[in-house]
């Protein structure tokens, strides 16, 4: 939880949070001038009052960043490492004259800097930032399968080029190429893997490697011109190509900052929506929710607002009481599930809530079909009814013409009375209002 109020409203503050980050990067330009010129005596006290005046600031810093943050600063890593870069520099000023790599230490809190990260992800003019860093975030892993690659690639081609040579005889002591410094390039496996990785940047290759070998022994030349010439066009255009497969993909997966970007105005809405009812309770002494509650936040334009700015399915309390599972308006609840209810609402749809959505409309969908389908057979056997009726009514109506003496059929006799007649042609009637 939070501790003082004034010194966590500081500690949240974001101009407070970049001079701390430019006392930090201050602090490494010390230590490189400081290293250049810290043989020189008459320097010697303006570094020392240097080093006094990052410690005071980072005393007074701390006392701000625990003050404002509580018992919640130590349960952050990256606080706690940052104190003891800070307590290293302390010891070195306190026991030592001269700065020593105590002090160096405390150029280790420039890591935090690394925090750009978050702002650039949620801010519109670091929006191609965020695309460089997502990008390579996305191709670390990659680039450490690749690294495995490089390494694995390294060592045996430097032993592989010690065996070429060794054979040659281009590494005894007495035969070395002039102008190639074997002892330093080939003198075990490791420094041969070192002198491969070098080749494969094409660092001095020919002038270093090649050249020197190429007047002693010819096909050992052309192997390495041939490893060069590979490693040079395929594991180092790889890489690179890595990065830019992961940059085409952040940049065609765009919509992650803005989506980014929009949690963070959502959550600071909710956060408005939160301050409401807890300044609600706070005047009334109150612990719970109750409808009349939601009702009266609802009669205010700051809140109706934010539920329109978050686009909620809700249009009134009854709609938001419904929301909760509250079946009657005595229901009462507490203000955590409240919020709970209502960041459920702006939280994406998960897989669950996709097969659910696609059940409900595939049932949906099933039932039409069936539905229709039903219809068509009811329809189907009103036509066939009809066309009964009208074959017997078709009789009765001949037998009431051409059969004279046919009179103990009732629906004869009112046919010849003139009681019945189908052939009239009947107006549809009009009924309004």
Request: with cysteine.
């Amino acid at each position: 939880m939070p501790g003082v109020q004034v010194l966590h409203k500081i500690e949240e503050d974001h101009l407070f949070a970049l001079l701390c980050d430019l006392i930090v990067f201050s602090n490494l330009v010390y230590i490189g001038i400081e290293v250049d010129l810290g043989s020189d005596p008459s320097f010697a006290g303006i570094f020392r009052y240097c080093r006094f005046a990052f410690i005071g600031w980072c005393s007074l810093e701390f006392v701000i960043r625990i003050g404002g943050a509580g018992a919640d600063f130590f349960k952050r890593p990256r606080n706690i490492a940052e104190i003891c870069f800070v307590l290293c520099a302390v010891i070195d000023v306190a026991l030592f004259s001269k700065p020593g790599w105590l002090w160096r230490m405390s150029g280790l809190r420039s890591w935090r800097m690394l925090r750009i990260y978050q702002y650039a992800r949620t801010s519109d003019r670091l929006k191609e930032l965020s695309l460089v860093l997502d990008a390579l975030l996305r191709s670390s892993k990659a680039q450490l399968y690749l690294a495995l690659v490089f390494t694995v690639t390294f060592y045996a081609s430097g032993t592989w080029a010690r065996g070429i040579l060794t054979t040659s005889g281009s590494l005894d002591p007495e035969n070395v190429p002039t102008g190639l410094n074997a002892d330093e390039y080939f003198g075990n496996s490791l420094k041969a893997a070192f002198t491969m990785f070098q080749m494969a940047t094409s660092d001095g290759w020919a002038e270093k490697v090649v050249r020197p070998i190429l007047d002693r022994d010819l096909f050992g030349a052309v192997m390495m011109t041939l490893y060069t010439w590979c490693t040079s066009y395929t594991l180092v255009s790889l890489g690179i190509g890595v990065m830019v497969w992961a940059t085409v993909e952040e940049a065609r997966n765009g919509g992650d900052h803005a989506t980014h970007m929009q949690k963070i105005e959502d959550r600071g809405l909710l956060k408005e929506v939160r301050k409401h009812f807890e300044d609600s309770l706070a005047l009334q002494e109150r612990d719970f929710i109750d409808f009349q509650e939601v009702s009266d936040a609802f009669s205010s334009p700051d809140i109706v607002n934010v539920f329109k700015t978050l686009e909620l399915p809700i249009t009134d309390a009854l709609a938001l009481w419904t929301q909760l599972g509250a079946k009657t308006e005595d229901f009462r609840t507490s203000l955590d599930d409240l919020m709970t209810s209502i960041e459920a609402l702006t939280s994406k749809a998960t897989a669950f809530d996709t097969c659910c959505l696609t059940a409900r409309i595939g049932g949906t969908a099933t039932f039409t079909t069936r539905l229709v389908a039903r219809a068509d057979d009811v329809v189907h056997e009103f036509k066939d009814i009809r066309q009964l009726l009208k074959a017997g009514i078709d009789e009765l109506s001949r037998a009431a013409v051409e059969d004279e003496d046919l009179k103990e059929v009732p629906e004869v006799l009112l046919r010849k009375a003139g009681k019945i007649n189908h052939q009239r042609n009947f107006k549809s009637q009009r009924f309004s209002g």
